[in-house]
């Protein structure tokens, strides 16, 4: 049924800031920007005069968020779920040098949740910071085989 995983969508409400978190920091190129509008964005929101701009982001692996910036609707308060809450939680990425990761995020103002912490069975160190617009996100480190 389903090929191979597409994307995570993300509404951000301010759409320069979370390029440069994205790209500049984090790693990921941009691989498409689209203003979009017409009956077909309406159909699929179920809204009406929809206008949103659209920017895939690639991965070094390839896989893709999505940032979309509507200049049409209102923006929704941001998410403020937590780990416990129903629907998404947090994204999860492999870093390969988390230490230096984590003092990159933090010259540019991402909170840590806690100091660097190691599986119990030692097979990864991992940490949780809050990326932009309250977004958790989940760094692993994978110990060499």
């Known amino acids: 049924m389903i090929t191979n995983f597409r994307h995570i969508g993300l509404v951000v409400q301010d759409l320069e800031a979370s390029l440069h978190f994205w790209c500049d920091i984090m790693g990921f190129t941009v691989s498409r920007r ?3 509008a017409g009956p077909h ?3 699929i929101m ?3 005069d929809v206008k949103v701009t659209t920017v895939k982001l690639a991965a070094p ?3 893709l968020i999505e940032l979309l910036k509507f200049t049409s609707h209102p923006d929704k308060p941001a998410w403020t779920g937590g780990p416990t809450s129903t629907g998404l939680t947090h994204m999860a990425f492999t870093v390969d040098d988390l230490n230096a990761t984590c003092a990159k995020l933090k010259e540019h103002g991402v909170r840590m949740h806690c100091d660097i912490q190691t599986s119990p069975d030692g097979m990864a ?3 949780y910071c809050t990326g ?3 977004l958790v996100l989940e760094l692993v480190e994978m110990a060499a085989p």
Do not use: R, S, T, Y
């Open 132 to 134: 932009p617009e309250g």
């Open 125 to 127: 160190k991992l940490v």
């Open 34 to 36: 689209m203003d979009e």
């Open 61 to 63: 692996d390839g896989n």
């Open 41 to 43: 964005i309406d159909a």
């Open 46 to 48: 179920e809204l009406e």
